[in-house]
């Protein structure tokens, strides 16, 4: 540990894995104990927070080695970036409201936590939602609420769509396919997730490449759907300019 010139609060090496200003509320991404008191070695547990659960923190203090902790309802949790994440207002989040950003803001936590529980990006998926659909404005998605076109059939659902492909030569040609049809958007938004995760029938690693844990970062993951989740030879660039231009790695991720 080092101490400023300032004779200040000495500061933790590892401080940037931890929050230091009051995030106002944060959602548990694990179970979490809410101890007694700051230094958690010698403190009571008190509860257990579960998983997902949101907390309103009423404050900041350090433990003994110069970390933070926030303060809590009945005692204090860890202020650690890899048990807890900052709640953003999406709503607040833009300062214009287009059709794309209320787009984003209907859908961004859907993305968010189904992305989550399969080991995806969320800002991945929610790229997709707004490609693939046209901000919600297909008419696959207006009829089917298919916002990833996903070819096939939901419960023997389905509706046919006239559709664009490229092949092997990056050639553009168009193809009645008959797309799945869902009863909801979230059913949609779980399907993707399950078409990534699990490939088709006779590869179940089609889509490995774009896993979280095997795509250190979300441009990786793109490009590995590049080519097989779309034959665009484009697909990754869009699904990347997408994310950086609304931030969706911010907000999903």
Known sequence: MTTNKNNSRPVAADLSDYYTTNPGQVQ???????YSAPNFGSAKEVKTIAENQVINIQGIEWD???HPVFVVDGGYITAAKNNVNKVISIASFYPTVTTQTKFIVQYAEAARTVAKSYGLYGSIQM????LE???GSSELTKQALNFFGVKGSYNGESVTMRTAEYNSNGQLYY???AFKKYPNAAASFVDNALVIRNGPSWNHNYYAAAWRENAPTYQDATAALT????TDPN????LNTLIATYQLNVLCD
């Open 28 to 34: 548990a991404s694990t179970t979490l104990t809410v």
């Open 64 to 66: 003994a080695d110069n």
């Open 127 to 130: 790229a997709q939602a707004s």
């Open 133 to 135: 659909s046209g901000w």
């Open 175 to 177: 193809v009645d396919a």
């Open 227 to 230: 080519g097989h989740y779309a």
């Open 235 to 238: 697909y990754g660039t869009k």
